[in-house]
């Protein structure tokens, strides 16, 4: 398991080693001690989503008020996406940017990104499906979104004519959304992350 951070604060690219032989093949797709290690916290799994969408569909870009935040690993366990990381804090050296990694059921690549940051994909095949673990449980009142489309973000997505939720399609821009106050601050996203810590637990706690 290869892990590359992002040019994003708090965002990595996962690439586990597959094992293969005739009758198929084994991996391991998350480990909670390496992720830790890298991380400097362990990832708390309160929830897992599964996500399916036809190709042309984009998600996002969303995020959640910190704290507490929801950290999110992300593998495309069918299909193919181009999953996308923006840097959504206020204060931070690269706000307002945004990096990519194609994850699919080739090389099974996963994403992990930390509280504060958003989150979108756009479904390159039909019957796209993402798996998530997530560090907390869904809040729609702590939930929000920024317009995937905004400008100002500038976000390459790989379709003519992305297809959106009519909630996705409501979204405010980045500036609109900063202007309001919805965006978390990066010296508070910084100061949570850091309380995290690894709270006593030893990596073969597995929790």
């Known amino acids: 398991m290869k892990m590359r951070e992002l040019g994003i604060e708090g965002a990595w690219e996962i690439?586990?080693?597959?094992?293969?032989?005739?009758?198929?093949?084994?991996?391991?797709w998350y480990r909670f001690d390496r992720l830790a290690e890298t991380v400097g916290?362990?990832?708390?799994?309160?929830?897992g989503n599964l996500?399916?969408?036809?190709r042309g569909?984009?998600?996002?870009?969303?995020?959640?008020d910190v704290p507490p935040g929801q950290a999110k690993y992300i593998t495309c366990v069918r299909g193919a996406v181009l999953d996308v990381v923006v840097d959504l804090r206020v204060g931070s050296p690269t706000f307002g940017r945004w990096d990519s990694v194609r994850l699919d059921d080739v090389d099974r690549r996963a994403v992990y990104l930390s509280e504060g940051l958003g989150h979108g994909f756009c479904a390159l095949t039909d019957d796209a499906t993402l798996s998530y673990l997530c560090s907390t449980t869904y809040n729609p009142t702590?939930?929000?979104?920024?317009?995937?489309l905004d400008e100002e973000?500038?976000?390459?997505?790989?379709?003519?004519?992305?297809?959106?939720?009519?909630?996705?399609a409501d979204a405010p821009t980045l500036a609109q959304a900063r202007e309001?106050?919805?965006?978390p601050d990066y010296e508070t996203c910084?100061?949570?992350?850091?309380?995290?810590?690894?709270?006593?637990?030893?990596y073969s706690d597995g929790i």
């Open 57 to 64: 569909v984009v998600r996002g870009i969303h995020f959640a």
């Open 180 to 183: 309001t106050g919805l965006l």
């Open 15 to 28: 690439t586990p080693q597959q094992h293969g032989d005739p009758r198929g093949l084994f991996m391991e």
């Open 153 to 168: 973000l500038g976000i390459e997505w790989p379709v003519g004519s992305p297809r959106l939720s009519a909630k996705d």
């Open 41 to 47: 916290h362990p990832l708390r799994l309160a929830q």
């Open 142 to 148: 702590g939930e929000h979104g920024v317009h995937p």
């Open 190 to 202: 910084r100061t949570y992350v850091a309380s995290l810590g690894t709270d006593g637990l030893s």
């Open 51 to 54: 996500s399916v969408s036809a």
